[in-house]
């Protein structure tokens, strides 16, 4: 999607298309990298399939579930900006192999768990060795490809996370289904810390390409001094946090879908965890195809007109509105699993554009930046409070009564698309005049 390429708009060289190390290295360190993810969300997703056993196990209200689930998101919204800093600092490579390892054995203690209390803490952990993979592990696996394989890599990276959902609701169901649900935590736990050792035996920061670039800037300031000038540009705008707010807010929507749809299949079509499981699964691919396509719609309608990027947001968040209160009130059956399905599609068809105009209305040195600014806005507003608040309400109105209200989110979501919509051109144009008055001052920036 678009947003990965803002970073890289010079012309591909000669340089670009080299490969800093060999294609067979290479693509070993993407696949460990790869799978690390899939662990990564599988760690994550587990929880979700096995929520009917701890519910009846340790009598738990809906409300706790969903703190379960939501303390995960929390947790890597507010740290991955400090974990992503000391990795930095740490090595890349190094503060990997802890964070997998960290995560891992969390799920292992979640295996485990006595109680609620435990079992809170446990997942607790998850998020916090969880925090910074996105950020560090893409990093890691673009050091050793050309600059021009770059977008299809971080494309593939979300897309894995899609992946990753599903496997750990698949198949962490079919393992509770057939050993319990202790085991379907300790299977994950196991994969990620196989594949830690694995990554920790093959990748090494000695082996990995030079980062290759200066300390300072490219018009020669230290690089910590360039950043700090244009922070404040990250909230400058109010089409930018418009952007942050609306995705958050329809992530809301996507994140309440994914911790809570096992639950509905189990207890309103009276599936086995392990089928519960698998269908809810499948939704979570639908939820992570729709961020692709929504992306790919996006650039393809704005290719010749950028403000068409907010009509795509905008066209999700009310389709999502309509069609999953449709969903939930129609009687259980094929006709409210085709409507379920095109509204999980939707649900999250907004991340891209809105990750896209983050790009567009943010200066290119301080894109990363920007990027974690909407993770943390994509987590705190949506995908940490989504399983939460969803789980008390089903306290109140039960499970199926809470879902009617979630998709009511859309509606705040659909405003602050709407509001960035009439304040993007302006604030377009206020960028590109701040771009070529500092052009002057730092000729070495044009591109050689």
């Not at 760690?43 to 196990?57: C, D, E, I, T, Y």
């Not at 974990?83 to 192999?97: F, H």
């Not at 965890?273 to 650039?299: E, H, N, Q, R």
């Amino acid at each position: 999607m678009e947003f990965h390429t803002t970073a890289q708009s010079t012309a591909p060289t000669a340089s670009a298309s080299e490969w800093p190390v060999s294609k067979r290295y290479a693509w070993t360190v993407f696949a460990l990298g790869f799978g690390l993810l899939l662990s990564d969300y599988m760690s994550r997703q587990v929880l979700n399939a096995v929520f009917p056993m701890l519910k009846a196990q340790w009598l738990l209200s809906d409300g706790a579930l969903g703190s379960l689930s939501g303390i995960v998101a929390l947790a890597v919204g507010v740290l991955t900006f400090p974990m992503s800093l000391m990795a930095d600092r740490w090595g890349r490579v190094r503060s990997l192999l802890i964070a997998a390892t960290m995560w891992s054995l969390a799920t292992l203690g979640c295996a485990v768990s006595a109680g609620y209390g435990e079992m809170f803490v446990g997942r607790l952990f998850v998020g916090i060795g969880e925090a910074a993979y996105g950020s560090v592990g893409i990093a890691v696996v673009l050091s050793v490809f050309p600059v021009t394989l770059r977008a299809t890599l971080s494309g593939a990276f979300i897309a894995g996370g899609a992946f990753g959902s599903v496997l750990g609701v698949a198949v962490g169901g079919a393992v509770a289904q057939a050993a319990g649900w202790r085991w379907a935590f300790a299977a994950m736990g196991i994969f990620g810390l196989v594949l830690a050792v694995v990554y920790g035996v093959v990748v090494k920061e000695s082996r990995l390409a030079p980062r290759g670039r200066p300390t300072g800037g490219e018009d020669g300031a230290p690089e910590h001094r360039q950043l700090r000038a244009h922070l404040p540009r990250l909230f400058s705008s109010v089409s930018v946090v418009s952007a942050y707010v609306g995705s958050g807010l329809q992530l809301f929507i996507a994140g309440a879908l994914l911790s809570c749809l096992p639950s509905f299949f189990n207890r309103y079509y009276h599936m086995t965890t392990a089928g519960a499981g698998a269908v809810a699964g499948g939704y979570a691919m639908v939820i992570g195809f729709g961020m692709i396509f929504g992306g790919i719609a996006s650039d393809r309608i704005s290719s010749t007109t950028p403000i068409r990027k907010w009509a795509v947001a905008v066209g999700c968040s009310l389709g999502s509105l309509l069609l999953l209160t449709l969903a939930f009130q129609l009687p259980t059956g094929p006709a409210q699993l085709s409507a379920l399905a095109v509204g999980a599609l939707l649900s999250a068809g907004s991340a891209g554009p809105a990750a896209a105009m983050v790009a567009n209305l943010t200066p290119a040195a301080i894109a990363a930046t920007a990027f974690a600014t909407l993770t943390l806005a994509n987590s705190l507003l949506g995908l940490a409070p989504g399983p939460a608040v969803t789980g008390a309400l089903a306290d109140h109105f039960g499970l199926l009564g809470a879902l009617r209200i979630v998709p009511l989110v859309a509606l705040g979501a659909t405003v602050a698309f709407l509001v960035g919509r009439h304040w993007y051109e302006r604030d377009l144009l206020r960028l590109d005049d701040l771009a070529v008055k500092a052009e002057p001052k730092h000729p070495s920036e044009i591109p050689s």
